[in-house]
């Protein structure tokens, strides 16, 4: 895939989805599907969306955090075999540009639309002034096509990128997952940790979130972590963990079943697929170590009962 961060570029007979893709969610798959198909009639398929989300560029709110880091939302975009991702850079000159500006001066003459995918509610250009009215317009001037496709819903509820937001923030990881089409994820390189693990018979990999990245409350969650080509089950912790430690920096901590072995510079994705617990400060590393057990039993519970069940359907959920 080929992957464009700047404001200077041009292509040739592009289909291109417009929007923001926090998370790229149920809905926003849609879009993509549809740049696949016209990738059949010899057409590139390019996503085109922002280096920063426009209401941080524009607010200057750091504390906001994506469902999506940069790198992750690049990684599935490669996984979907899009041909081109443009992260345009979001400055005030771009911002301040009219609808008609961005569909000339951007759409037309960079990235060369044949075809635009947009959701139905997508607006663009100077304080949002634009709309599907805009584009149904530039594509009687210019000749492209426009497609646009209504919202997604669930249960009678549009799925949003604020909706799973809201969900992640509550602990709510399968409604979350469904939402988003898989399994929320963190992913991130293996570092170093205080090692206190392997002194309670209880290794575990250590990862240190972007700070940009939307994370679940605190605690236990039962996990699938993928490795270059292999998956194993686990459990993780997300917190500061209070027991052993004084610090504030929030981290992930997981313990691979079954495995041995040193993976430190590696890269891994951790999929929080349900909470277990909320974390806890314990007496002393002796009732961490009971706690830790009893969570490590719940676990391999939780995935004998999903195997179980799924078997019966013909599925699995681990390919371990």
Not at 48 to 68: E, H, K, L, M, N
Not at 164 to 171: D, F, P, S, T
């Amino acid at each position: 895939m080929e992957y464009i961060n700047q404001s200077d570029f041009s292509l040739k007979n592009s289909a291109v989805a417009l929007g923001k893709f926090e998370g790229i969610h149920l809905g926003h798959q849609l879009l993509l599907n549809e740049l696949k198909k016209q990738e059949k009639n010899g057409l590139k398929s390019v996503v085109f969306t922002f280096d920063v989300p426009p209401r941080v560029a524009i607010t200057g709110d750091t504390s906001y955090c994506q469902i999506f880091t940069k790198t992750e939302r690049r990684r599935f975009l490669e996984k979907q075999e899009m041909d081109v991702m443009i992260e345009h850079p979001f400055t005030k000159e771009f911002a301040a540009l009219s609808p008609e500006e961005f569909i000339e001066n951007v759409l037309v003459k960079k990235v060369d639309a044949k075809v635009i995918v947009v959701g139905s509610d997508f607006h663009f250009g100077r304080r949002r002034s634009g709309n599907i009215h805009n584009l149904r317009a530039g594509a009687e001037k210019y000749g492209y096509h426009l497609q646009v496709l209504d919202k997604v819903r669930d249960r009678g509820k549009e799925i949003s990128s604020t909706r799973i937001r809201e969900l992640i923030e509550y602990g709510h990881m399968e409604e979350a997952s469904k939402l988003l089409g898989r399994n929320y994820s963190v992913y991130g390189q293996i570092v170093h940790g205080r090692a206190l693990g392997r002194t309670i018979d209880i290794p575990t990999i250590n990862q240190l979130p972007e700070k940009i990245k939307l994370l679940p409350p605190n605690g236990v969650y039962v996990s699938l972590v993928h490795i270059g080509d292999k998956t194993y089950e686990g459990i993780t912790n997300i917190g500061v963990k209070p027991t052993v430690e004084s610090g504030s920096q929030k981290g992930i901590e997981t313990h691979l079943f079954d495995f041995q072995g040193d993976l430190y510079g590696e890269y891994a994705e951790v999929e929080l697929i349900h909470f277990h617990r909320a974390e806890l400060k314990f007496d002393g590393v002796d009732a961490l170590r009971k706690q830790m057990g009893e969570d490590l039993l719940y676990a391999r519970s939780y995935f004998d009962r999903k195997l179980h069940k799924s078997s019966k359907n013909g599925r699995m959920i681990s390919d371990k």
